[in-house]
C-alpha cells in the first residue's frame, strides 16, 4: 500500500472556546513533525460561544487550518460535513478535547497503510489505557457497548471512542450514506448520539476491514454527557440502525465512477 500523503484532521466543535487553543496547538506542532502533508478542518456545530472566532484567529499563524460553520445539528452532521470537505488520502475523525493524545495518530496510520479502510481508537482493545474516568461513565460505556453487540454490530468493544481513521476512498463511500442524525433538522444544548455505529455498520456491511486499535485516554472534565438522556438517545439510535438496514435503505449501490479499493 502507498503511504499516507496528506492526512486531513476533522475536528467537530460544540461551544469548544476553552479547549480548542490547546488542542488545536498540540494538533499542529504534531503534524507539523510529519512527514506528510496535512490540513485541520474545525466544524463549528453552531456554538454558542466564541468557538468560529478561536479557529478563526488560530488560522492566522498556521495555513493548514480551515473553518467551516454549521447550523447546529449535532456531531454526526458536523463530522460528515468535515470529511466530505477533505482532501486528504487519509482522515482521521478527532474529539475537540483531545481526551486521545493527538501522536497516537501513529498507531493509526500503518494500519491504514496496510489495506484496512477504517481503524477505530479503542479504550477496551489490548494496549489501551484510561486515566481519571469516573467508573460510572466506565460502566455506562460497558452496558452500551453488550446493547450494541445485541442490536447491531458485535466484533467491536469500543465503538464510541471519537478518534477514527479512515481511508480516503471509504470515508467517501461511507459517509454519504449516513441517516441517523444527518438531516436537516436543528438540534438543542449538546448532543451525544449513536452515530458511530451506524458508521461502523455500512463499513463492515460495504467490505471494508476494519481494525480496533488500542489508545490512551485521559477523561477530560466538563463533559457534556447527560447519562440518563443520551443512554437513551444513543439506544434509540442503534436500533434506528438496525431498522434502517432492515428496510434496504443501506442498499444502495455506489456510483459507477467511483473506484473502491476494498482490502
Known amino acids: 500500500m502507498v503511504a499516507c500523503r496528506k492526512l486531513s484532521v476533522v475536528v467537530p466543535a460544540y461551544n469548544e472556546e476553552k479547549r480548542l487553543p490547546a488542542s488545536l496547538r498540540a494538533i499542529g506542532e504534531f503534524l507539523g513533525q510529519q512527514a506528510y502533508e496535512s490540513e485541520i478542518i474545525v466544524v463549528d456545530d453552531g456554538s454558542e460561544d466564541q468557538t468560529a472566532a478561536v479557529v478563526e484567529a488560530y488560522s492566522a499563524t498556521d495555513e493548514r487550518l480551515r473553518l467551516i460553520r454549521n447550523p447546529h445539528r449535532g456531531k454526526a452532521f458536523a463530522v460528515r460535513t468535515g470529511i466530505l470537505a477533505s482532501q486528504g488520502d487519509v482522515v482521521f475523525m478527532c474529539d475537540a478535547d483531545l481526551s486521545m493524545p493527538v501522536a497516537e495518530i501513529a498507531k493509526f496510520l500503518p494500519l491504514i497503510e496496510k489495506g484496512y479502510g477504517v481503524v477505530i481508537g479503542s479504550r477496551e482493545a489490548p494496549g489501551a489505557h484510561r486515566y481519571g474516568e469516573p467508573s460510572h461513565r466506565h460502566l455506562m460505556g460497558r452496558v452500551f457497548n453488550w446493547i450494541v453487540q445485541v442490536i447491531a454490530l458485535n466484533g467491536f468493544q469500543d465503538t464510541q471512542c471519537g478518534f477514527k481513521c479512515f481511508r480516503r476512498d471509504a470515508a467517501l463511500d461511507i459517509f454519504p450514506r449516513l441517516r441517523v442524525r444527518t438531516d436537516d433538522a436543528t438540534v438543542k ?75
Do not use: C, H
Open 189 to 263: 444544548g449538546p448532543m451525544v448520539t449513536g452515530f458511530d455505529v451506524e458508521v461502523l455498520y455500512l463499513a463492515k456491511k460495504l467490505g471494508y476491514r476494519i481494525a480496533e486499535v488500542g489508545v490512551d485516554w485521559y477523561y477530560a472534565p466538563g463533559s457534556k454527557v447527560d447519562s440518563m438522556r443520551d443512554s437513551l438517545r444513543m439506544i434509540a439510535d442503534v436500533i434506528k440502525v438496525r431498522i434502517n438496514s432492515r428496510r434496504g435503505w443501506y442498499d444502495l449501490p455506489r456510483p459507477a465512477s467511483q473506484e473502491v479499493t476494498q482490502g
